[in-house]
């Protein structure tokens, strides 16, 4: 079926709601079920990351504490930013990224992944965003534009989750789903994301299948249109939106925060989302060549 697509919360809260998408693995496996790989993930944080995960594991630390040292460090580098040591701000906002790839891989590697950490694992990152995006803002004395670039990295983020799953959907590769415990907490974390991610979720996914329905439109051959939505969602899209993630964006951050030039990133933040548009013309015109391509092959020879 290549329609409209669900969203997360609609599809029975089992998903991720992060950018890790496995469940346990070792820790220095290869993820090969990821269509796109974050390059300052794979050669900066993903190696230190696991060392982390590999010392904590027999220690028995559960992977939420890991997670909520990621919280403190983002909201100590806020803390730095207020009081203008940039530096400290540059080395915390890196530790609170290492902290939250060593997360993921203690609770995968552990067998202590649940629903409940994904959804706390996103809320988190996003209050952390906020407020580090709001002291970006006084600290450079552009409120507007701190607000703006925030919203333009949240976009972006949610971009580069949902046409994950989109192109795992279309190569019939779904990710694992989580059990849901049905706990209260997991019930509370649940009712924030479907308040504040999954309108998200669906309005990109909405968009998203509106623009190749109407490529499709003028296609009746059902392997046509099925070759036509594998192009629609590609793995050139994903590499350019895998290399726009958290990761990505902290480390851009420490470096222009150590350059003395903080503004600089939220241009930089900002400027991203103009990426966006020309990401989605480029998987159009994927889209409608396959269908040349295919239309001239069926067509009779002369």
């Known amino acids: 079926q290549f329609g409209h697509q669900p969203s997360i919360y609609d599809r029975a809260l089992t998903m991720t709601v992060s950018s890790e998408n496995t469940l346990a693995r070792p820790l220095e496996g290869s993820?090969?079920?990821?269509?796109?790989?974050?390059?300052?993930?794979?050669?900066?944080f993903a190696p230190v990351a696991n060392a982390v995960a590999a010392l904590l594991l027999?220690?028995?630390?559960?992977?939420?504490?890991?997670?909520?040292?990621?919280?403190?460090?983002?909201?100590?580098?806020?803390?730095?930013?207020?009081?203008?040591?940039?530096?400290a701000a540059a080395v915390l906002v890196q530790l609170k990224t290492v902290l939250d790839n060593a997360d993921g891989r203690l609770a995968r590697v552990s067998g202590r992944a649940t629903l409940a950490g994904r959804y706390?694992?996103?809320?988190?990152?996003?209050?952390?965003?906020?407020?580090?995006?709001?002291?970006?803002?006084?600290?450079?004395?552009?409120?507007?534009?701190a607000?703006?670039?925030?919203?333009?990295?949240?976009?972006?983020?949610?971009?580069?989750?949902?046409?994950?799953e989109l192109y795992?959907?279309?190569?019939?590769?779904?990710?694992?789903?989580?059990?849901?415990s049905g706990t209260a907490?997991?019930?509370v974390l649940e009712r924030v994301y479907r308040l504040v991610?999954?309108?998200?979720?669906?309005?990109v996914r909405a968009f998203s299948a509106r623009r190749l329905d109407r490529i499709l439109a003028v296609e009746g051959d059902p392997r046509r249109r099925g070759a036509a939505t594998l192009a629609y969602y590609d793995r050139g899209t994903l590499a350019?939106?895998?290399?726009?993630?958290?990761?990505?964006?902290?480390l851009t951050l420490g470096v222009c925060l150590v350059l003395g030039v903080p503004v600089l990133y939220l241009w930089l933040a900002l400027a991203q989302v103009l990426v966006l548009p020309l990401l989605q013309l480029r998987r159009e015109r994927l889209a409608a060549r396959e269908l040349r391509v295919g239309a001239r092959l069926a067509s009779p020879s002369l």
Do not use: C, K, Y
Not at 31 to 44: K, N
Not at 63 to 80: E, K
Not at 120 to 142: I, P, Q, R, S, Y
């Open 147 to 164: 607000a703006a670039s925030f919203v333009a990295l949240t976009l972006t983020l949610s971009v580069d989750f949902n046409l994950v």
């Open 197 to 203: 991610f999954a309108p998200q979720d669906r309005l």
């Open 240 to 250: 350019v939106l895998a290399n726009l993630g958290l990761s990505t964006q902290l």
């Open 185 to 187: 907490r997991e019930r």
């Open 58 to 87: 027999p220690l028995r630390v559960p992977p939420v504490a890991v997670l909520l040292a990621n919280v403190a460090a983002g909201i100590l580098a806020a803390v730095a930013l207020g009081l203008e040591a940039l530096v």
């Open 120 to 145: 706390l694992d996103t809320e988190a990152d996003f209050v952390v965003n906020g407020v580090l995006f709001a002291m970006l803002g006084w600290l450079t004395g552009e409120p507007v534009l």
């Open 168 to 180: 795992r959907e279309a190569h019939l590769r779904p990710s694992a789903p989580f059990a849901a």
């Open 31 to 44: 993820r090969d079920d990821v269509p796109a790989r974050e390059l300052a993930v794979a050669a900066l």
